[in-house]
């Protein structure tokens, strides 16, 4: 819903009134007009609402439900029932005109879609008469109003508060001068609608559950009431927020959902579920089992605790053969919506390679992940942050917290087959390791073995003190062993440069590791400090240096 006309009484709007000596209104506020709602004395039209029929003897969404799960079940009832009723409001448009009633160049007339408002101006005989009046032929032929209610209202305040509502009363045409308007709605749609009127005069509302705040949000994004859709949404904010209820408010009509007065509410519900599930690992099965806007809230969070990028892609991919088993269908919402939910720079070559082969996937659009991922990879650290902070609301070149950190690694043959990798952490995680925490590298290979690096808070070797600890290890395959150089360095102050801090020999085999348990030499405290050596703008650049003599 657009919100681009103002709200004259918006609570973010500020104004004088100046309609009382004190500039308070009777209900001790100066946007409180309850006091004129359905007022003769303080109005100067009549709204004539003709309530529609629904299933015989239906209930409002919203009335008589005590759970979310029965209000959705009422909700998908109701748009089944509305589908089956366009015939009828297609019938009932053209009585209309055949009453002699205006078309749409000549009166104030609205599309009918589904549940679409639809306003008409109509002269009325007299209030008095309009409001004990049902005497609508077409209404009758088509045997689809239940009832009419007749309202006392003030164009102004409607105005005011609904771009719908002023465009009914200032199209600048004849019918808007007169008297009574027209308003058709659903039986399901009765309770919100006069809630929101109500709103409209007073600010408040009656209900509290989450299935009648509901029913009110989507009846003031149907009539343009941007200051109850925020009411709305702050009330449902503050409710206890569940998972069901956090996926029922991302799966919204779409009109709702692209209304910025709803944003903060779905932002919570996001942030809730990917709070929830944020070890995905653990609730694995659950997530497998939730809809795409939750699977899209919880990937889209840069808090998931996965081993690597690698990890996010081979779930995704999982859930959408899952969820999608037709490979067209399947094709389609990873390219057109969770492609971007994994950050492919952060995924090791070996795994972009697959991407590359993978036949879920269109071959163009892997192409061109894969060789963006590429291109950032191969960029310099201080480009790789410049790109990550300009990339706005997308998030493919922004790290997540990943329980594998990843690793720079550059590779080369002759004269001996050597790799060197680099390892960045920043100041908070290696803070998060005190007193005996350890992070882990992604795997790197050599020699067509697994490794990683590992990084340790540990006491040294006297037991005197903390301190920081840089260990290689080898992935566990068979009983091969391979004879290893290896040398680890840090970049230091003031220069900036690598300096070695530890070097050696060791002969590898499957689940083994070596390293130093005091890398610097220092206490952790003198690690740690903001005078460190070690820390230039935050982050500890480490570097290990691999050599394969003989294998």
Known sequence: MKESAADLFDPRTVMDSDNLPDGKGVGGSDRDFAFAFNNNYF???????????????????????????EWVRNRKRRREEIKKENGLAVCCEELVSKRGQPDTEDGVAYETQDDEPVAMIE????????????????????????????????????????????????????????RQVTLRINESEEAALMEL???????????????????????????????????????????????????????????????EAVKPLTDAAKQFLA?????ITKFQEEVLNLPLAGVEAVLSSDELQVASEDAVYDFLLKWARTQYPKLEERREILGSRLSRLIRFPYMTCRKLRKVLNCNDFDHELASKVVLDALFFKAETPHRQRTLASDEGPSKRFVERAYKYRPVKVVEF???????????????????????????????????????FLSAHCNMDQQSAFHCFGLFLGMQEKGSVSFAVDYEFSARTKPA????????????????????????????????????????????????????????
């Open 413 to 451: 043959e002759l004269p001996h087959q050597q790799c060197i990798v680099y390892l960045d952490l920043k100041r908070e995680e290696c803070g998060n390791l005190f007193p005996s925490g350890r992070v882990y590298s992604q795997a790197f290979h050599l020699g067509g073995q697994g490794f």
């Open 197 to 259: 009127l109500n709103f409209m005069y007073s600010e408040t509302l009656g209900p509290t559950t989450a299935p009648a705040l509901l029913d009110v949000l989507m009846a003031a994004d149907k009539f343009e009431v941007a200051s109850c859709m925020r009411y709305c949404s702050r009330l449902l904010r503050d409710l206890p927020m569940t998972p069901e209820s956090a996926l029922l408010y991302l799966e919204l009509p779409s009109s709702v959902l692209m209304a």
């Open 496 to 551: 900036g440069e690598f300096v070695s801090k530890y070097k050696g020999n060791y002969t590898f085999t499957g689940g083994k590791a070596v390293g130093y348990r005091n890398l610097f030499a220092i206490p952790w405290t003198s690690f740690m400090a903001e005078d460190s050596l070690y820390f230039i703008n935050g982050v500890l650049h480490l570097r290990a240096e691999l050599t394969i003599k003989q294998h």
């Open 123 to 178: 002269e009325s005989p007299s209030g008095d008469e309009a409001a004990n009046s049902n005497d609508s032929s077409w209404s009758m032929d088509c045997s689809t109003v239940l009832r009419v209610k007749t309202l006392h209202i003030n164009s102004a305040i409607l105005a005011a508060k609904s771009p719908f509502f002023y465009k009914v009363f200032s199209n600048g045409m004849r019918e808007s001068e007169q």
């Open 275 to 279: 709070t929830l599930y944020k070890d």
């Open 43 to 69: 109005s100067d039209r009549v709204l004539r609402i003709e309530i529609m029929a629904g299933l015989p003897e239906h209930k409002s969404d919203g009335e008589g439900c005590t759970s979310i799960a």
